[in-house]
């Protein structure tokens, strides 16, 4: 059953994209997790939610709108964060609520909650279309080459912010890159996973890497191992039990969690 | 007076710092020499940090200038010249997963630059740094697994391990116990003598260093002195500056 999936052509599409998703959110969600940022996530997803209702509203790509509102919103946020000094976790509310009031209010009057609102908030393996495919692509390699060409110098500002603007590195405009990575990485996402469940994908594998105990070059390598697990399996138990692919693909993290949460136990 | 060849290591004049109206530091003035062993001494809230976060470029004064190495702050690109070990840094995340290695290797990082992976002598001193400060055998540990005082040597070593002319430390005994202490004492002192590093100390204990100081500073608000040790630390002198009967205690190490 396995192979028999990959022989129809949508299901191929959603296990590249799934994979290319499983590294990218894996890879940038190590670095807000370290950050104690992983509500960004979280915040970004429900604010992408708003230009897919501005999509489906005017009849365009969805995916193009989220990700112009979630680049807008990560710069707001990012500017706010450290221009105002207001709290982190305030802002992140802030945008979290407001967005998702926003985006129920163009749905409500454009009278558009359909299924295909549906395959947003929740994913589904039937909507990657060769255009988004193409879109994850291209997107997703600029946003993974940018990650790891910056690699040192953003896991330097994840453990000292300070001393790591004193030795040199431009933090501000780092910060301004990963936050805007973060929000391509989320937009490209929801179509697998949904914007509501995305914010698992991004956390999730970083969190349960943690409790291994390595440093930080393993605890990256066995995230993006857990998340590509997972989404493998997931999409796989989508298909068999006809299942939206982000709960699929949220439930595969929990249990991951749950085990390297017993078997490293101290 | 002996002729300085080179040019200042920090350099401010006239240096005002505000913050939401509030005056932080005033009219601050310093030079800072190769070769010099500085303690920044004063009261709590009397501007000390602020005054090396400026000097580092973290904060932007409100008025006046400051030149590291003789280059205007906002020209300045030799940040590797200058290691900073800030307040509470022994205090990390004990969940997060950084090796000691890879701790120390951040230091390198500013010199490393893009495209360039880890070379023969990045790896070189890295390990000096380890070395030096006895934490080769921590290589693989986990940072947030160390006590305060191993925490304070690899936060060192990192610093080291851009060879850098100066090393700042900012208040560095915070949850560290007295022997750790005592051995960090003896190892800037190693590095001042030996490597001829310039020494910045922020401290409020200034007894434990009274002995190795050439210059001292006390900031409360502005620069209120700027002096030779033995003259500022006649206990008359600081009765002055602390507005209270003072004592001084000079620590054996």
Known sequence: ?266 | MPLNLYPAIFEAKNLNFKKRDLTILENVSLQIQRGDYCGIIGPNGGGKTTLIRLLLGLETPTSGAISLFGIPIEQFKAWNKIGYVPQRSALIDSAFPATVREVVAMGRYAKRGLFRPESAEDRKRIDEAMVLMGVEDLRSRLIGHLSGGQRQRVMIARALASTPQVLIVDEPNTGVDVESQHRFYELLRILHKTKNVCIIFITHDIGVIAEDITRLFFVNQTLLTSTTPSEMLRCDEMSRLYGNPSHLVCHGH
């Open chain 1, 1 to 266: 059953m396995m192979l028999e999936m990959l022989d129809y052509p949508f299901m191929q599409r959603a296990f590249i994209a799934g994979i290319m998703i499983a590294i990218l959110a894996s890879l940038g969600g190590s670095f807000i997790v370290l950050r104690r940022y992983s509500l960004l996530s979280e915040t970004l997803a429900h604010v992408s939610l708003v230009g897919v209702a501005i999509g489906l509203l005017l009849g365009t790509m969805p995916l193009y709108g989220a990700v112009a509102t979630s680049l807008i919103a990560a710069w707001l946020i990012e500017y706010l964060r450290s221009s105002h000094g207001l709290y982190s976790d305030s802002i992140l509310a802030i945008f979290l609520s407001g967005s998702l009031a926003l985006a129920i209010m163009i749905v409500s009057i454009s009278g558009s909650f359909n299924a295909s609102l549906f395959s947003y908030l929740f994913g589904s393996i039937l909507s990657v279309s060769r255009e988004d495919l193409v879109l994850i692509g291209v997107f997703g390699t600029i946003s993974t080459v940018l990650l790891l060409l910056f690699f040192k110098e953003l896991y330097f500002i994840a453990f000292d912010e300070d001393v790591a603007k004193a030795g040199g590195i431009k933090v501000q405009w780092l910060n301004y890159m990963l936050v805007s990575i973060i929000a391509v990485i989320i937009a490209l996402s929801i179509r697998i996973v949904g914007t509501l469940l995305i914010g698992a994908l991004m956390v999730i594998p970083v969190v349960s890497a943690i409790k291994f105990e390595m440093g930080f070059f393993k605890t990256v390598l066995i995230s993006i191992a857990i998340a590509l697990i997972s989404v493998i399996i997931g999409l796989a138990a989508s298909y068999i039990f006809s299942i939206p692919s982000g709960a699929s693909i949220v439930l595969c993290l929990l249990v991951i969690f749950i085990f390297s949460m017993i078997i490293n136990r101290r």
